[in-house]
Nanobody, 125 residues
Framework: QVQLVESGGRLVHEGGSLRLSCAAS????????MSWFRQAPGKEREFVAA????????YYGDSVKGRFTISRDNTKSTVYLEMVSLKPEDTAVYYC??????????????????WGQGTQVTVSS
């Protein structure tokens, strides 16, 4: 059974920083592309970042470039999202996702094989 379990979401003030973690089980983690998406109330799920199986390629959505960093530790089967200079518009549920692809700038949710349950990030102004 595949499980992706996010953690680290909380309330933070504008300009603050946060690190999200996603622990994976039930998959050969080092063979999968991992991504982060987010969804704000009333909006579609939005691509945030992706990292290929060995961390050699990383991709970011335009709204987070320069502020967010995706990384992974294959020895811990965990992917991270480091977020700095947070803005109120970053408020959303953040989802971890896994797919079998080679890693690309494809922002579509269609490529995703597994989703986590999400963790809430709230940025207050």
């Amino acid at each position: 059974q595949v499980q992706l379990v996010e953690s680290g979401g909380r309330l933070v003030h504008e300009g603050g920083s946060l690190r999200l973690s996603c622990a994976a089980s039930g998959i050969t983690f080092g063979s999968w592309t991992m991504s982060w998406f987010r969804q704000a109330p009333g909006k579609e799920r939005e691509f945030v970042a992706a990292i290929n199986y060995n961390g050699g390629r990383r991709y970011y959505g335009d709204s987070v470039k320069g502020r967010f960093t995706i990384s992974r530790d294959n020895t811990k089967s965990t992917v991270y999202l480091e977020m700095v200079s947070l803005k109120p518009e970053d408020t959303a549920v953040y989802y971890c996702a896994a797919d079998r692809g080679p890693g690309s700038s494809d922002e579509s949710t269609q490529r995703i094989d597994y989703w986590g349950q999400g963790t809430q990030v709230t940025v207050s102004s």
